[in-house]
């Protein structure tokens, strides 16, 4: 490979491939167990919006502009769509995306397998896929709190628009910590949490 295609490659394809991988290695994430050992439950449709929250949240990491998230109900269960792209959207853009051309979607893994080929070739794309699949997730850990925001609101909302994606993001992607309490950095015990909130007015 020449200096030119590596280049090639750093700019435009390991982006692409990190934003698509991003969905499912957001999943993984969310399903592994605390230090403690303990899993939290999620439902399929929680685990959608993770999902699309992860790809937009690597879509800006990686110097990519997002379009908003949506996700809706159908027969099957849910499905979602998150948008991006590397250049500013030009007004008139609908501020999310919509469930239009879904069907003519790749799979993210098909995709991706794809773009690993066209950059290495069609041996060692499976140990440069796993590669990137590192470095996507260390961005998600980074930012795992902002995931978690977006993603809440994408499951409360069905749609979370351009602007108020851009908000969220803007918030939370600077604010390092897994939890609120921990981003907010409370240093008090749990039990201390649980006292001053049984003392709210009901």
């Known amino acids: 490979m020449t200096a030119v295609s590596e280049d090639w490659r750093e700019s435009y394809v390991v982006p692409h491939i990190m934003i698509t991988l991003a969905g499912h290695c957001a999943v993984t994430r969310a399903r592994r167990p605390d230090r403690d050992g303990w899993k939290r439950q999620m439902d399929w449709d929680e685990l959608i919006c ?12 990686v110097g990519h502009h997002q379009n908003g998230a949506a996700v809706e109900k159908t027969e099957n269960g849910c499905r979602g769509i998150a948008e991006h792209s590397t ?20 799979p993210d893994f098909r995709k991706a397998t794809a773009y690993a080929q066209l950059a290495v070739g069609t041996v060692g794309w499976l140990s440069y896929l796993r590669g990137l699949w590192l470095r996507t997730d260390r961005i998600l ?17 069905g749609v979370v628009r351009r602007d108020r994606a851009q908000d969220l993001l803007d918030r939370w992607m600077p604010v390092r910590g897994g939890s609120m309490l921990e981003a907010l950095g409370y240093q008090q015990p749990v039990s201390q949490y649980v006292i001053s909130t049984a003392e709210i007015p009901q």
């Open 50 to 61: 993770i999902h699309e929250a992860g790809h937009t949240v690597v879509a800006v990491a």
């Open 141 to 157: 850990e980074r930012h795992w709190l902002a995931t978690k925001m977006l993603a809440s609101e994408l499951r409360d909302r």
């Open 87 to 106: 250049a500013v959207l030009t007004e008139g853009t609908p501020d999310h995306p919509t469930f239009e051309d879904f069907d003519k979607l790749l």
